[in-house]
């Protein structure tokens, strides 16, 4: 286990934080807030956030479209950024209902018009009903991956805690070490945090809402992020009680425009 005796919280902002979070908005999704490519059935916007105590929910929509909630930092007036080997802890719910697709990931800013390597994505765990024990955790910048079985239990809370080691990304439920890729993100990364629930369109496995749900939901709450004194300074902003990241956020390399309601 990763022993961090100097962290410090750099961000703890809840979802109903407008300078921290910036809902239905991520240079990951396509500009039309749907992204079918990824097997989702989302239509992410500025109307469809998460309850201040961090529960999301998808609603399902006409033409077979789910209105799904997201939040992220990219685009929200903080900034925020994760650095190497900051810590991120949640206490996390999910739930076995088919269809339901809950995530907390990252995604990284172009750097000098290039993109990351993977777009500084890591997936701190992925969750679908089809094997409901199991969390999906993926590091894309330095690629590894692990399917961790019998890591949860549907409907109840597990306590969530990542760390992305320049050297090892580090994936813990419960205390309970999941996985170590000793791969790491390198020195250079940096990328927002992401929040959602997406809905699986059907393929890979991955069966669809079935006719008669109308609605699907997970709940985040308590996420932390955490920073060795030695990584670099802190700021911490006294509108919002959130200390965050000194350094000044730079545009993301690529362009979104708003997303539909």
């Not at 900034?79 to 209902?97: I, K, N, R, S």
């Not at 994936?171 to 999941?178: C, E, F, Q, S, V």
Request: charged share 20%; hydrophobic share 35%.
């Amino acid at each position: 286990m990763t022993d961090r005796p100097t962290a410090t919280v750099v961000f703890d902002a809840p979802f109903d934080d407008r300078t921290a979070w910036a809902v239905g908005r991520t240079s990951a999704y396509p500009g039309d807030g749907r992204n079918p490519g990824d097997n989702k059935l989302d239509v992410i916007g500025p109307r469809h956030g998460p309850t201040a105590d961090g529960v999301f929910t998808a609603r399902r929509a006409r033409g077979g479209d789910w209105y799904t909630d997201l939040v992220s930092t990219e685009f929200a007036p903080g900034g925020f950024e994760l650095l190497p080997d900051d810590e991120l802890t949640a206490t996390c719910t999910v739930h076995d209902v088919q269809g339901a697709w809950p995530a907390l990931w990252t995604w990284g800013r172009d750097t000098r018009g290039r993109p990351q390597p993977g777009h500084g994505e890591v997936d701190a765990f992925e969750y679908h009903p089809t094997n409901p024990g199991l969390l999906e955790l993926t590091n894309h910048v330095r690629p590894a991956a692990h399917y961790a079985e019998g890591a949860v239990t549907a409907g109840r809370p597990f306590a969530l805690r990542v760390v992305f080691g320049t050297e090892s990304v580090e994936w813990y439920a419960d205390g309970r070490l999941l996985y170590a890729d000793h791969q790491g993100v390198g020195p250079h990364w940096r990328a927002w945090p992401v929040v959602c629930i997406s809905v699986a369109a059907g393929r890979y496995g991955h069966l669809p809402p079935r006719a008669g749900t109308g609605e699907l939901h997970w709940r985040c709450a308590g996420l932390t992020v955490r920073r060795a004194t030695a990584t670099g300074s802190a700021a911490t902003s006294a509108t919002t009680g959130t200390t965050r990241s000194a350094a000044p956020a730079a545009t993301p390399g690529a362009t979104v425009k708003d997303l539909p309601a």
